[in-house]
T-cell receptor, first 113, second 112 residues
Framework: QQQVKQSPQSLIVQKGGISIINCAYE??????FPWYQQFPGKGPALLIA?????SEKKEGRFTISFNKSAKQFSLHIMDSQPGDSATYFC????????????FGTGTLLAVQP | KAGVTQTPRYLIKTRGQQVTLSCSPI?????VSWYQQTPGQGLQFLFE???????NKGNFPGRFSGRQFSNSRSEMNVSTLELGDSALYLC???????????FGQGTRLTVV
């Protein structure tokens, strides 16, 4: 049973545009929602994370929007750059006494110059 | 501060063999988790260790095992390798439980 659904599977954005990736979760016990960026041949790198007590978190060009009632969260990349071209994964965790992450299926982002 | 170090980076094994992968977490981090990444199944949780104790285990067969040492370094072992075990195996370290996880570059295992 897939507990975190991610869309779209792939995304093409023009340089300077906004990239938006969406995730939905099922388990209401999740209370930690990170986003990871992965380049080919590398491990995932933590980008930004949010907990359900806030609806939005911004770090530089990256923003997470969180809708607890809809059980959805999304990543917005403002002013997208070719260097942002990578695979992005959302994840969810119950936090507390575990670091176990349930990952979405990933979104391959291509930013065209 | 050095990041998460996984060794070896690449490994080729024959079906039926066993393999041991190593992970050195970030200094001071006490929690280590392992994940398997494949094109078909994505990133799947294998197991989690904290202070030498397995705290969580994913839905993998018993051929997959792991352990953590007193210095927080961790190893995972896969016995009786199958072709389907070919994957990128990732280790993530965290300062404690319920905290941010930082990944290593992974070990690319190919089973032939």
């Amino acid at each position: 049973q897939q507990q975190v659904k991610q869309s779209p599977q792939s995304l093409i954005v023009q340089k300077g545009g906004i990239s938006i990736i969406n995730c939905a979760y099922e388990n209401t016990a999740f209370d930690y929602f990170p986003w990871y960026q992965q380049f080919p041949g590398k491990g995932p790198a933590l980008l930004i994370a949010i907990r359900p007590d806030v609806s939005e978190k911004k770090e530089g060009r990256f923003t997470i929007s969180f809708n607890k009632s809809a059980k959805q969260f999304s990543l917005h990349i403002m002013d997208s750059q070719p260097g942002d071209s990578a695979t992005y994964f959302c994840a969810a965790s119950k936090g507390g006494a575990t670091n176990k992450l349930i990952f979405g299926t990933g979104t391959l982002l291509a930013v065209q110059p | 501060k050095a990041g998460v170090t996984q060794t070896p980076r690449y490994l080729i094994k024959t079906r039926g063999q066993q393999v041991t992968l190593s992970c050195s977490p970030i200094s001071g981090h006490r929690s280590v988790s392992w994940y398997q990444q494949t094109p078909g199944q994505g990133l799947q949780f294998l197991f989690e260790y904290f202070s030498e104790t397995q705290r969580n285990k994913g839905n993998f067969p018993g051929r997959f095992s792991g352990r953590q040492f007193s210095n927080s370094r961790s190893e995972m072992n896969v016995s009786t390798l199958e072709l389907g075990d070919s994957a990128l195996y990732l280790c993530a370290s965290s300062p404690g439980q319920g905290e941010k996880a930082f990944f290593g570059q992974g070990t690319r295992l190919t089973v032939v």
